[in-house]
């Protein structure tokens, strides 16, 4: 069964750095999604991408937040200088874009130092 | 905009009893409505959904929902538990476009006991 693929499952990083967090999603989908977990909070919605652009955004969403499609099968969600507070699980998902469901990958937990 | 709630943050129970985890939305557009489960150190995986159709709607490992759209309830059922059950489970709603964003409720975390 296709699934969406997350990497990498942990990742540790100084208040202030760079990190990338990358996704593959199931082939054949056109939607794709950002979702973030914070110990002990529900899951929020950050990002969906559709046809290589953002088709919505939440608040958290800021300038420090951008995602990118590079080639045809990854899906990268960069955050440019990491707070404290970005410390989180964050999920790749993907869709077809119908009344399908969103495919969960097993997430990313980001630990900001 | 859309909110869920779950009304409950912990559920224990016994091994081979039977369980609902409640769960409550309010939305101004119709919605398409979710269960998830996170077992431990995974991801979400769709347990079911209701779309259209009838309201009573079942799932993976003996799950079920009831949609009472007077109420705007969602609540999650299964008459027997197992051990196996122990995760933490979140209800969902999106609107009904394409490619819309899940809303999630808190979560309620199900621990079944022996």
């Known amino acids: 069964e296709p699934e969406v693929t997350q990497t990498p499952s942990h990742q540790v990083t100084q208040m202030g750095q760079e990190v990338i967090l990358r996704c593959v999603p199931i082939s054949n989908h056109l939607y794709f999604y950002w979702y973030r977990q914070i110990l002990g909070q529900k899951v929020e919605f950050l990002v969906s991408?559709?046809?290589?652009?953002?088709?919505?955004k939440s608040e958290i969403f800021d300038d420090q937040f951008s995602v990118e499609r590079p080639d045809g099968s990854n899906f990268t969600l960069k955050i440019r200088s990491t707070k404290l507070e970005d410390s989180a699980m964050y999920f790749c998902a993907s869709s077809d874009g119908g009344i399908d469901e969103q495919y969960f990958g097993p997430g990313t937990r980001l630990t900001v130092t | 905009a859309q909110s869920v709630t779950q009304l409950d943050s912990q559920v224990p129970v016994f091994e081979e009893a039977p369980v609902e985890l409640r769960c409550n939305y309010s939305s101004s557009v119709s919605v398409y409505l979710f269960w998830y489960v996170q077992y431990p150190n995974q991801g979400l995986q769709l347990l079911l959904k209701y779309l259209s159709g009838s309201t009573l709607v079942k799932g993976i490992n003996g799950f079920e929902a009831e949609f009472n759209k007077s109420q705007t309830s969602f609540h999650l059922r299964k008459p027997s538990v197992h051990i196996s059950d122990t995760a933490e489970y979140f209800c969902a709603v999106r609107r009904r476009n394409q490619g819309g964003k899940l809303i999630f409720g808190q979560g309620t975390e199900l621990s079944v006991k022996p």
């Open positions: 991408f559709y046809n290589n652009e953002i088709s919505e």
